[in-house]
Nanobody, 123 residues
Framework: HVQLVESGGGSVQPGGSLRLSCVVS????????MGWFRQAPGSERERIAA???????SYADSVKGRFTISKDNGKNTLYLEMNSLKPEDTAMYSC??????????????????WGQGTQVTVS
């Protein structure tokens, strides 16, 4: 039974930083393509960053240069380092995992597992 559990969210002032973590249990972590997503109230879910098993990465234009996705296979953990946070970054952030390599559009070909999310508020 694969589980993804996010942590690290919270409230921060504009310009501040947070680091989100997503711990994966119940499966071999290193083989996954993984992504971070966010959804604000009244908005569609947005893919903001992804990384595959050979550590290729992709970012949404809205976070490029401010956010960094990384992973530690030894700790079964995916990270999202968020800097220069803006009020428009306020959302529920979730991680997801699936199989395959990043596609040309920067997405994972499939996402089979999702976490519950962690709230980030910038104000």
């Amino acid at each position: 039974h694969v589980q993804l559990v996010e942590s690290g969210g919270g409230s921060v002032q504009p310009g501040g930083s947070l680091r989100l973590s997503c711990v994966v249990s119940g499966s071999t972590f290193g083989k996954y393509c993984m992504g971070w997503f966010r959804q604000a109230p009244g908005s569609e879910r947005e893919r903001i960053a992804a990384i595959d098993d050979v550590r290729r990465t992709s970012y949404a234009d809205s976070v490029k240069g401010r956010f960094t996705i990384s992973k530690d296979n030894g700790k079964n953990t995916l990270y999202l380092e968020m800097n220069s946070l803006k009020p428009e970054d306020t959302a529920m952030y979730s991680c997801a995992a699936g199989f395959g390599w990043l596609l040309r559009d920067g997405s994972c070909p499939q996402l089979n597992y999702w976490g519950q999310g962690t709230q980030v508020t910038v104000s």
